[in-house]
């Protein structure tokens, strides 16, 4: 009896825990079910702000893109008229850099011939004295010759007017000899023929042999004058032919 007391005491528990266990079971779901119910008023509130919201940025973004849109257009005509201005400016600086170019080019082709030309005239002036120190170094060669022809004259004149002057003194003195020797030769002729006819006493014996001696003498005299003579027409034909 005792036993079946404690197995009718076994179920009531039982009986008692799984009817809180339902219980609690209820409540969790009770719990979930008006979370879930929370979550969704409260997903649609949210979905409706979201959707809300979503449509604001809609709208801003194809207010940002149109914006968009219309700034790129703008920068591509601002890059197309800043590119047409550098390509403008580009060229002009171009076309004066090239204006400079053949300006600096023209002034430097003037300059070349300036300087060819100068470079002729200097070439012309130094054929010009060259020709003019050939000229000058002929001049002083024919004027060294000249010199040494004229020195050489002059030595020669020298040595013929030495020889001139030598020539006339003897020359004079053979004269000055041939005239004292022609009344000694008439002296001692008379003497001689004096001695020879005996006439006189106061004769020489040597008579004779001295006027054959002073008339040998004569003749030589005589002679070495046409030598002389001959000399010193020699020397005056020389002395023309050297122009002295």
Not at 65 to 73: F, G, L, R, S, T
Not at 113 to 124: A, G, H, T, W
Not at 195 to 219: F, H, M, N, P, V
């Amino acid at each position: 009896m005792n036993q079946h007391t404690d197995n009718q005491e076994n179920d009531d528990v039982v009986v008692i825990e799984e009817r809180d266990k339902r219980t609690l079971l209820y409540i969790i779901i009770a719990g979930v079910l008006g979370l879930a119910l929370g979550g969704l008023v409260g997903s649609s509130l949210t979905a409706e702000k979201w959707q809300s919201t979503y449509q604001g940025l809609e709208q801003k973004y194809q207010t940002l893109a149109e914006d968009k849109k219309k700034m790129v257009v703008q920068v591509e005509e601002k890059v197309a008229k800043v590119d047409d201005e550098v390509e403008q400016k580009l060229k002009q600086a171009i076309e004066e850099q090239n204006a400079d170019h053949l300006a600096s080019v023209a002034k430097l082709e003037q300059q070349v011939k300036e300087l060819e030309k100068v470079n002729l005239s200097l070439e012309e002036q130094i054929a010009e004295q060259k020709e003019q120190l050939q000229t000058v170094n002929s001049q002083n060669s024919q004027l060294n010759r000249q010199a040494d022809m004229q020195a050489a004259m002059f030595e020669r004149s020298r040595e013929i007017f030495q020889q001139e002057l030598k020539v006339k003194i003897e020359l004079e003195s053979l004269e000055k000899e041939r005239e004292e020797l022609g009344p000694k030769i008439a002296e001692l002729k008379k003497a001689c023929d004096i001695y020879l006819d005996g006439t006189s006493w106061d004769a020489k014996t040597d008579s004779c042999d001295k006027q054959d001696e002073a008339q040998s003498r004569l003749s030589q005299v005589e002679q070495m004058i046409r030598v002389h003579q001959m000399d010193l027409k020699q020397i005056k034909a020389l002395s023309g032919e050297l122009g002295l």
